[in-house]
């Protein structure tokens, strides 16, 4: 038993659903075979039964609190049930009355709900017409607070209801009217609008920062002179004006918002962020569906808006001089046209940048799916923007630099800064006819009224200045007048030099925006680079030509000296050719433009080489044909210093060496008195080699001063030059240095390199230094032939066999001629030369003299004691001349002197003389005065007496020669 209730357990936890139990029961008791089995299986199962409901009277006992609130529970919610279902039939009762009341009345339903649709319908448009009545009183609100998109939108609105639902209003037909006439119009307030902020309030924030630099500048005027400009170290390029600039802080940038983002604040001032308020203004614009209108204005009024930039820049330029204290009409000051195209670079870069937010806003209403067809409306781009504005300030270059050249025509050329020409000199000095004055009673323009007047409307005009940034217009009197136009300084080529590097730098820029490619040009850098090749170059080379012109195509170019005034600004001490001042200052002015235009700096240098060699032809034709040459023959100095190995043979003499030093600077020699006499013997010797046996004729030397003074004039002239030539060259680079935002273009067309204009420009330099020297070289022989000239005949044709009288004791003629002579040459020269050249010039004269005197002896047919007196008379006047110029004693005609003394002796007595006093002259001399003494004295024998004379005078001065030389030998063995 035990073990068949285990097994109906088993089961039962095997199967928790009673019904398979009791099947199974069946099925076990169908199954048996007899009745015991089916007895077993009852009492089996009624044995489980019992079990069954003792477990159950078990958990009863232990669950009966648990049990009873179950029960309890249940029987509540079989009464809320059974009310819930009765209340639902109630209501399916009442439902099926109402819908048999209902059906019973349905027609009157229906006509009460019409009407109240009706109702309805009808006080919206009682609404709506009152909204609409007061849109004009609200969208003139919204205008005069800019709001311009809530305006728009209301407009829009109210525009569509009149035109639509409330079409058939009668009452309302003025107001549509009204509210469309506004439409109509509505889309130019906000196209002015955009337009105010492209090129007012996109510019405000570089005027402001203009002004402020312009109290500064002033300020700093006030207490230091303005400086010199160096374009060089301006700036990097610029970009363009990111759209940050817009933004308030914190706010994003247009380039990260979308247009649909954009909304318009009413609490706030719309016009704080100006590319949100370009956006908004684009959102209104495509809200009235006039985005082609708006693209055609902007596009049409690219232009005029540019210009007007440039007008009140021009403007604002002058009144920030006119408040430094700066007066434009009576200055030439081209630094203001360098500061009014930075602020238009600056101002055009702000309105490109402008320009680029409203394009993107543009693109977004184009290309979105509710606006137009990309098709349909064609964008401008930034090109266009650019165009335009390189365009604007093509004409504003050509207006400043004078393409047309309308005022070279009516202004004399004023680059050269001093040194006028002959010309000037003889109009200055010509007679003028008297004018009489114009004179005027009174004027008003100093009156109180007229002042307080210029004042109000200067005031006037700064208040509009602070208050949009603009100068707006109006002509200013410290404007200079041009027609139509006005300039804030004098138009001309030259303006060009102070702009060209800003210039080149903003193409650059430009060129950089624009992006690569063979289509992107920048017509900017065409006109730049045509005007500068075609236009400047010509007109600077015109104006050179035409200054040196002026005093080159003279009679006679080498004597129109520089003024005293020219003298002293240059500070030279001794006169200059006037030729070779406008040459060095149209060269200076060159090398100036070869910096300020460092990209044509070879142009200019080739410029330098041909002024250079035309300037050295006209100096070798003057030179040549005007001064050393005479019946197509040179003088004999000028000949002389052209010769390469007289020339040579001069230079290397001492005198030549220490010319440079004056004599206190010289260094001091033991024996520096022997060592000049031996260079000026050595000179002599030469000249006298050459020319003591001949006559020269007058045509052979240069008679007339005026000749040696231009001589004079041109050394110390090229000498300068020279010098300021190589000053100038040393300072340029060998290898041309590229400017900024220059390319190679430049100077790709040009043959020869730097390096080899250089060498030209101080093979040029040399070529004037040479001259220089060799028209001091042909004043050192000149005055040395004049000698010969006037001394020779005075030996040769001279009588000096007279007998004593007044008139035979006077000076020589050709010694008066010559002393006449010297002495104008000394005047001419100490004010036409330096000291030290005027001292190698006049040192070592006295020597020459005394050479051709003494070798003049062999010349005389006969002398007498009255005619060595006379001799003695000659030399001591030429010495006495000599002294006064040379300031020394000119010891060696003492020499000459002494000489002509000892023909005072007898033949024998002169051989005695020589015997006691020793050799102080060579063999040659002593032979000569021997010979004169043969052929002026009596009684001095026959030939062979003179013979046997001239042979014992040989004897006695190889004696002693030998005994000096001994002497000589003795001293340098006792030392």
Known sequence: MAADAGRYRSAMSKSKDPSGLLISVIRTLSTSADVQDREVEKSRLEEAYEKCDRDLDDQIVQHYTELTTAIRTYQSITERITNSRNKIKQVKENLLSCKMLLHCKRDELRKLWIEGIEHKHVLNLLDEIENIKQVPQRLEHCMSSKHYLHATNMLVSAVNSLEGPLLQVEGLSDLRLELHMKKLNMHMVLIDELHRHLYIKSTSRVGNK????????????????????????????????????????????????????????????????????????????????????????????????????????????????????????????PRLLLELLELLFDKFNA?????????????????????????????????????????????????????????????????????????????????????????????????????????????????????????????????????????????????????????????????????????????????????????????????????????????????????????????????????????????????????????YSNQFLEMVCDKLKEYKEICNTAYSRGIVQSEEKLTISASWAKDEDISRLLKSLPNWSTMAQPRQLRQKREDEEDFTRAAFAKESEVLTGNLGDKLIPPNEILRDVSDLKALANLHESLEWLAGRLKGFFSSLPTSQTMSPGSDSQVNSDHTRTREQIMQTLNDLARAFQEMADRCLLVLHLEVRVHCFHYLIPLAKQGNYAIVANVESMDYDPLVVKLNKDISAIEEVMSASLQQHKFQYIFEGLGHLISCILINGAQYFKRISESGIKKMCRNIFVLQQNLTNITMSREADLDFARQYYEMLYNTADELLNLVVDQGVKYTELEYINALSLLHRSQTGVGDQTVQNMRLQRLKEIVCEQAAIKQATKDKKITTV
């Open 210 to 333: 203009n002004k402020e630099k312009g109290r500064v500048s002033s300020s700093a005027k006030d207490t230091s002179p303005v400086p010199l400009i160096d374009v060089t170290n301006l700036s990097t390029p610029r970009k363009f004006l990111d759209a940050s600039q817009y933004n308030t802080p914190g706010a994003v940038t247009v380039r990260e918002m979308s247009l649909q983002e954009i909304k318009e604040d009413l609490d706030v001032d719309p016009e704080e962020n100006s590319a949100m308020f370009m956006g908004v203004l684009i959102k209104g614009l495509a809200k009235l569906k006039k985005i082609p209108e708006t693209i055609k204005a902007i596009i049409d009024r690219l232009e005029p808006e540019l210009k007007q930039i440039v007008k009140r820049s021009t403007t604002q330029i002058a009144d920030n001089a006119y408040q430094r204290g700066e007066s434009l009409s009576q200055e030439n000051q």
């Open 351 to 599: 309105v490109a940048a402008a320009h680029s937010i409203v394009l993107g806003h543009l693109h977004q209403i184009v290309v979105s799916p509710t606006g137009p067809k990309e098709g349909v409306i064609k964008l401008y781009d930034m090109a266009d923007v650019s165009a335009k504005i390189q365009s604007v300030l093509q004409v504003l270059l050509m207006d400043y630099l004078d393409v047309k050249n309308t005022r070279s025509a009516t202004e004399p050329s004023s680059q050269i800064s001093y040194a006028s020409t002959g010309s000037d000199f003889a109009a200055f000095f010509a007679k003028k006819r008297p004018q009489r004055p114009k004179q005027s009673l009174f004027k008003f323009e100093s009156s109180s009224h007229a002042i307080s007047m210029s004042a109000y409307l200067r005031e006037q005009r700064r208040e509009l200045y602070s208050k949009s940034g603009e100068l707006q217009g109006g002509a200013d009197d410290n404007l200079i007048e041009g027609g139509e136009t006005k300039f804030v300084c004098k138009p001309g080529a030259r303006n060009i030099t102070v702009i060209f590097h800003p210039l080149l730098r903003f193409i650059q820029e430009t060129e950089h925006n624009m992006g690569p490619g063979p289509a992107k040009q920048c017509q900017l850098r065409t006109f730049l680079t045509y005007y500068i090749n075609d236009f400047f170059l010509n007109q600077v080379r015109i104006e050179i030509n035409k200054e040196i012109e002026a005093v080159t195509k003279v009679s006679d170019p080498l004597k129109v000296l520089a003024s005293a005034d020219t003298m002293k600004v240059l500070g030279v001490q001794r006169p200059l050719l006037q030729s070779t001042v406008i040459v060095e200052k149209s060269i200076q002015d060159l090398i100036n433009l070869m910096h300020d235009l460092s990209a």
